[in-house]
């Protein structure tokens, strides 16, 4: 089957390599999204060890749907009843891009009601009573062609379930991984994120120093699905802590809020990685490492949601300015959606590379080699 992980825009390439990683077939990037060819066990694979994916979507087909009858009859078409059982519950979510058929609200009305006559014929039941596991349906209609899919995770698989609530302007898991992974960290050398909030990064950065599957302190939908033997899962589950490292690494955080610290530790004991990060009351302006090699990466505020855009600028002067003084090994990223970060900075990016943190258009300013 064709298995499909979307995610953030400019992450594709990452998502793909992982799918290599995890020896998925077939593995080819678009915008946003990321497809492959896999089996029922792939699905576990994938959603219990993907970093920078956003879901895992089952496709179920596709075909051309220039208007509303064409959509209900390939809709109809689908063989639900492989899938979804008498007492299954299938929301339809979806959306549409450059196509005849725009209204997303009456796009979804027509999938739900074909797919629930053909299940319902099925069944013979004329009601069905959606009391039973989810089956969300989503469907994306690009150009007058509808593919359907069943969303294998349930909630983002940004959500490892280590983050407590009540975070001002937190990175999404995926993101902050994101980061880790174009930093190039393994494990071995120093690691700092000194403005750490909640301490995203440096826990993203345990964990692939430990090389620790973020999906395994959390379910899925298609973990309660029918289908799918509680097997899978628990193979899965089993090769990905076979993988798992035992070292110990120098990883750091810093943030000048106090509550943003407590946060982070808090965190971190959540991910389970409390071991091997440190987290600190310190001021990004005055960060300081004699190391010679490192890796730092941070999204410092931006002048958008936290503070103004000129407390922003006199930061990155302060922040540039610690930085030089770093020995030059050191490879320094940092995401902005500010515009003139790299002149209060001070320094040009030997690198630039567009990510959307959420809507955010952001630059992540890549600095040594
Ligand atoms: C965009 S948030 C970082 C969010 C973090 N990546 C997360 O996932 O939670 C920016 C952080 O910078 C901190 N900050 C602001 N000024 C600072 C300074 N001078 N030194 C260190 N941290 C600072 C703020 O307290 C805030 O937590």
Known sequence: MTLTVPCLFGLESLVADEMKRLNLQ?????????????TLADIAR??????????????????????????????????????????????VKGYS??????????CQAIVKKASAKRLGEKYGMATLPETGSRYQIQFAIVKDVATLYLDTSGEGLYKRGYRAQGVVAP???????????????????????????????????????????????RSFSAQRWKNMDGKLWL???DEAMDREFHGSYDIWGGDIDPKAVELARHNAELAGVEDCVRFEVADAGKFHRDSEYGQLATNPPYGERLMEKSEAEALYRMFGAACRELPPKWRVLVL??????????????????????????CDLFMYGK
Not at 26 to 38: D, F, K, Q, T
Not at 63 to 85: K, T
Not at 97 to 106: C, E, I, Q, Y
Request: net charge positive.
């Open 336 to 361: 902005s959606s500010h515009t003139e970060f790299e002149r209060s900075f001070g320094r040009q990016a030997n690198k630039k590379r567009k990510l959307y943190n959420g809507m955010l258009k």
């Open 26 to 38: 077939e593995v080819r990037a678009e915008n946003g999204r990321v497809h492959c060819r896999g």
């Open 46 to 91: 994938l959603n219990i060890n993907l970093r920078c994916g956003a879901r895992v979507l089952m496709e179920l087909g596709s075909f051309p749907a220039g208007d509303f009858e064409a959509l209900f009859q390939g809709v109809y078409a689908l063989p639900w009843e492989d899938y979804i059982p008498k007492d299954g519950e299938f929301p």
């Open 171 to 217: 990175l999404r898991e995926t993101l902050a991984a994101a980061l880790v992974t174009l930093s190039r960290y393994r494990g071995k050398d120093p690691f700092c994120d000194p403005f750490c909030g909640s301490g995203t990064i440096p826990i993203e950065a345990a964990l692939i120093a430990k090389n620790r599957a973020p999906g395994l302190d």
């Open 235 to 237: 193979e899965a589950a």
């Open 97 to 106: 891009l450059n196509s005849g058929l725009h209204s997303v609200p009456a």
